[in-house]
């Protein structure tokens, strides 16, 4: 682990992050001068969007959208996620998942490796889940399986119309019952594994509901090759390990955001 004094996970908790596949942090993750900075930002590239493009759809947003590494590369995230996969970070996506007021989409119930076990080997991921705005019960907020390592549900094709994904594991291997809802203040966030079940109802509140994913690999993970033909990612800290080659950020990829929004790949 890094030699550096900032890290904000305890022993405790990221013993209770592998223990669980989850841990809520019931802190604020930015300054709120940079969080407004955030949310302001997130609200301009929203106002932008063509009106037959769903607010739920913004996948990968920071391959044209580059000032947004000022937040995923900054110590306040990263001190967050090292604890729990190690100093030599690499950015493997992000995605905001925006539910509008009165008919955000239901995201279906899912593990995260089941979209990218072509992509990564070994699959060690952990997602920061950032609350752009309060994440309530009303509003469509997240609900974990707690302890579902499966990672290796069978999926079937679900209603796209109803659904921000394609896919949903099948219900009978769901104990919806052990199901937690992470309820977050704005600025506050939940870290989750990538194989674990997760979901949530649609939006039928008068607020929105906005998060900030962004998700995290230890850079000794590598990215197939084939990959690269359609995704990009990042270091973020520290030095590669696994021989993989890095997008820079300073750069725009358009060609690359424009294959994510053909294809509908990723969440």
């Keep these: 682990m890094s030699e550096k004094s900032t890290l904000r996970l305890s022993a405790d908790q990221v013993s209770e992050y592998w223990k669980e596949g ?30 037959d493009v769903r607010p739920e759809t913004m996948d990968v ?30 950015l493997f996506s992000s995605h905001f998942i925006c539910k509008p007021k009165g ?5 279906p119930w899912h593990e995260d490796s089941f979209y990218w076990n072509h992509m990564l080997s070994p699959m060690k991921v952990v997602t920061l889940w950032l609350a752009i705005d309060a994440s309530t019960r009303e509003n469509g907020a997240m ?7 499966g990672g290796n549900s069978v999926h079937e094709g679900v209603d796209p119309e109803k659904n921000v ?7 009978h291997q769901i104990d ?21 079940l997760h979901g949530s109802p649609p939006n039928t509140s008068n607020v929105r509901r906005c998060g900030y994913t962004m998700r995290y690999m230890p850079s000794s993970v590598k990215l197939s090759e084939e990959s690269y033909a ?23 990829y358009e060609d690359l955001a424009r294959y994510r929004r053909r294809s509908g790949n990723g969440h």
């Design 176 to 196: 919806e019952s052990k199901a937690v809802l992470i309820e977050l203040e704005a600025n506050h966030g939940s870290l989750h594994d990538g194989r674990l």
């Design 230 to 252: 359609v995704h990009n990612i990042y270091l973020a800290r520290g030095r590669d390990l696994a021989g993989n080659r890095y997008g820079d950020p300073t750069k725009s």
């Design 143 to 149: 609900l974990i399986v707690p302890q579902s390592f």
């Design 61 to 90: 947003p920071h391959f044209v959208d580059t000032k947004l590494f000022e937040w995923l590369f900054s110590d306040e995230v990263l001190d967050l996620v090292e604890p729990i996969i190690g100093p030599d970070i690499a």
């Design 103 to 107: 008919n955000g989409k239901r995201v």
């Design 22 to 51: 989850f841990l809520i942090y019931e802190e604020p993750i930015f300054p709120q001068k940079e969080f407004d900075a955030l949310k302001a930002h997130f609200d301009e590239e929203l106002a932008l969007l063509p009106p």
């Design 165 to 171: 994904l394609p896919w949903e594991v099948r219900k």
